[in-house]
């Protein structure tokens, strides 16, 4: 793949500096079998510096995790090495299967069929809360 110009593809841009791998595991992308880059420590004006990932293949992008991780990313979506669009990530109020609640006595540990659910409770402080116990993720 030629780094710099995707024909198809999904660009993940402005990711704050050293969250690149953090995004690529949480988001399952070791498991894709298209191409993809990561690119590290990117200088931007704006941010100093940044990460970009880059993946050769039309994929959705799971913008709930992503959100969670870094809500300043933005994602182009291109076709035919055109840039048709550009979105970005906030914070999410519900994550659905992102996170694991860690409480033992929580019913998503005996009920494994049970969504992970998770849901904001504080946008400043970036907290989550387990749906069914209200442990804190
Ligand atoms: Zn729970």
Avoid: W
């Amino acid at each position: 793949m030629n780094i710099d110009s995707i024909k198809n593809g999904i660009v993940i841009d402005h990711i704050t500096a050293g969250n690149a791998m953090t995004i690529y595991g949480l988001l399952g992308f070791d498991k894709l079998e298209c191409s993809i880059a990561i690119i590290k420590n990117v200088s931007s004006k704006k941010m100093g510096k940044k990460d970009i990932i880059k993946i050769d293949s039309n994929i959705d992008i799971n913008l709930e995790a992503l959100g969670y991780i870094d809500p300043g990313v933005t994602i182009d979506i291109i076709r035919d090495s055109v840039l048709v669009d550009k979105r970005s990530v906030d914070l999410p109020e519900k994550l659905h299967g992102v996170l694991k609640c860690k409480n033992p006595r929580c019913i998503t540990s005996c009920e494994q069929e049970l969504e992970q659910i998770f849901m904001l409770t504080d946008r400043d402080k970036k907290v989550y809360r387990c749906m069914y116990c209200e442990a804190k993720a």
